[in-house]
């Protein structure tokens, strides 16, 4: 099928920065929507960023001017920029790919990641 797994994770001092990656794998032929979420503890999880097909872009308000979130559809990848980044961004971050069109034909279908654990030390 389609397998998802995230990376870039880690520890990061407050103002630091890093990228996030997802790169999809399996029977693709073509991949929708590309978002990331994320799930703090105690918090239910919540959209960060997400990216049409043709590259249009949504952020949440918390995030804007600060993540970058971007695709590369023949890497079937997606990236998520972090800069200036807060203690309030830790979480983990699960990126996820909608509208996936398989090889065998199925489509409409939504995968997700395992995630990937940010933490932002002040």
């Known amino acids: 099928q389609v397998q998802l797994v995230e990376s870039g994770g880690g520890l990061v001092q407050s103002g630091g920065s890093l990228r996030l990656s997802c790169a999809a794998s399996g029977r693709i032929f073509s991949i929708g929507n590309r978002g990331w979420y994320r799930q703090a503890p105690g918090n239910q999880r919540e959209l960060v960023a997400e990216i049409t097909s043709g590259g249009s872009t949504n952020y949440a308000d918390s995030v804007k001017g600060r993540f970058t979130i971007s695709r590369d559809n023949t890497k079937n990848t997606v990236y998520l920029q972090m800069n200036s980044l807060k203690p309030e961004d830790t979480a983990v971050y699960y990126c996820?790919?909608?509208?996936?069109?398989?090889?065998?034909?199925?489509?409409?279908?939504?995968?997700w990641g395992k995630g990937t654990l940010v933490t932002v030390a002040s």
């Open positions: 996820k790919a909608e509208d996936v069109i398989t090889t065998l034909g199925y489509y409409g279908m939504s995968y």
